[in-house]
């Protein structure tokens, strides 16, 4: 694989997850800060809605695709873009070639940098609090609606917030986020000792099922997935903010012991993908209990009746988008053990027990 050329078709899979664009066509490879920094690649991403561009480090046989915040921290330490002249705000671009994104990345950047007394670079990034707020979530449901880039042209003005990144003179890397009632401290790594176990495509997969799983299109892994224990052929996504989910690796995965207790029957039945869609296994494994030969967990209603429309519109992870009183109200999730994978979604109402509807709790 390392003498394979760099090329559109090569980088497409990757580029598609790092833009949030699935079906986007996928073109024009060129070299990137070729003046600065070697093995930096970019491609044009093109869907029906909007375009964008991804770049990438490909060295040594790899392209650079999220597998946590420690390999981003290895690629940055040896591709050293601390060294030389400032980027006048282009440093992000460099960090997300090395697969070290925020959650709920924005469409494009805009990014302060300054300097830190270790060497290192704080880069501010200027976003609409809605997608700071998004970010914070893990960049779970769809993306907010409005600019991803901030600034004029919006009537009223939105309401602006940041996302900090520090990236340390050894290259590890800290995001943070500034919200209106605090700061929240956001995914970390320090330089991995090797690259990843698992090949570009494996991973680019299990990025793309776990966030299909979660209903979390943009969402970031927190390490490399890894074999779920006894189960060699099912790997574990461990999403920020969102906690680990399970995909098959690379066509395989495990079968559904129906009988097995709910710690270990809720990673099999997400590794099926037989969970509902944006249901999330630790969503399950806080109340999961079984009783007459079913599956019962507790949820909160809002959370319930977004999983029951789809998971479609903005989700109620999401900070500001249901109130507290909101997610106070009971929701249900029940499966009989039966194998016919037929889930019941209930929130509470004065009567007792009714079927969720779409977004409406």
Aim: charged share 20%.
């Amino acid at each position: 694989m390392a003498s394979e050329p760099v090329s559109a078709e090569r980088l497409a899979a990757a580029a598609r997850a790092q833009t949030d664009l699935p079906d986007a066509r996928v073109f024009e490879a060129r070299r990137a800060w070729d003046d600065r920094l070697s093995d930096l690649w970019g491609v044009t991403v093109e869907g029906e809605e909007r375009k964008s561009n991804a770049f990438f480090r490909v060295a040594g046989g790899r392209v650079a695709v999220p597998a946590g915040l420690s390999h981003a921290a290895r690629d940055l330490s040896e591709l050293r873009p601390l060294d030389g002249q400032p980027w006048g705000g282009g440093l992000i671009y460099i960090v997300t070639a090395a697969g070290g994104a925020t959650p709920g990345f924005p469409d494009s950047w805009r990014a302060d940098e300054a300097p830190l007394g270790d060497g290192g670079v704080r880069m501010t990034v200027q976003m609409p609090a809605a997608w700071v707020a998004y970010a914070a979530a893990g960049g779970v449901g769809p993306a907010p609606t409005g600019s991803s880039e901030g600034g004029g042209g919006v009537t009223p003005p939105e309401e602006m917030a940041t996302a900090t990144l520090d990236l340390a003179a050894d290259f590890s890397l800290q995001w943070r986020y500034q919200l209106a009632d605090g700061e929240i401290e956001g995914p970390s790594g320090a330089p991995a000792d090797s690259p990843p176990a698992l090949s570009d495509d494996q991973l680019v997969d299990a990025l793309d099922g776990a966030r299909r799983r979660a209903r979390a299109p943009r969402a970031m892994p927190v390490r490399e997935p890894r074999p779920l224990p006894d189960h060699p052929d099912t790997l574990v996504v461990e999403l920020w903010a969102l906690g680990p989910v399970y995909v098959p690796d690379r066509g395989g995965g495990p079968s559904v012991d129906w009988a097995a207790p709910p710690a270990e029957l809720v990673p099999l039945l997400s590794a099926a993908d037989l969970l509902p869609p944006g249901l999330l296994p630790q969503d399950l494994l806080s109340s999961a209990h079984v009783a007459g030969g079913e599956l019962t967990a507790s949820l909160p209603a809002p959370l319930v009746a977004w999983v029951a429309g789809g998971a479609r519109q903005r989700s109620p992870r999401v900070a500001g988008v249901k109130t507290e009183a909101d997610m106070a109200q009971e929701g249900r999730v029940r499966l009989p053990l039966d194998g016919s994978s037929e889930w019941t979604l209930e929130v509470a109402d004065g009567a007792g027990w009714r079927a969720a509807r779409g977004d409406a709790p």
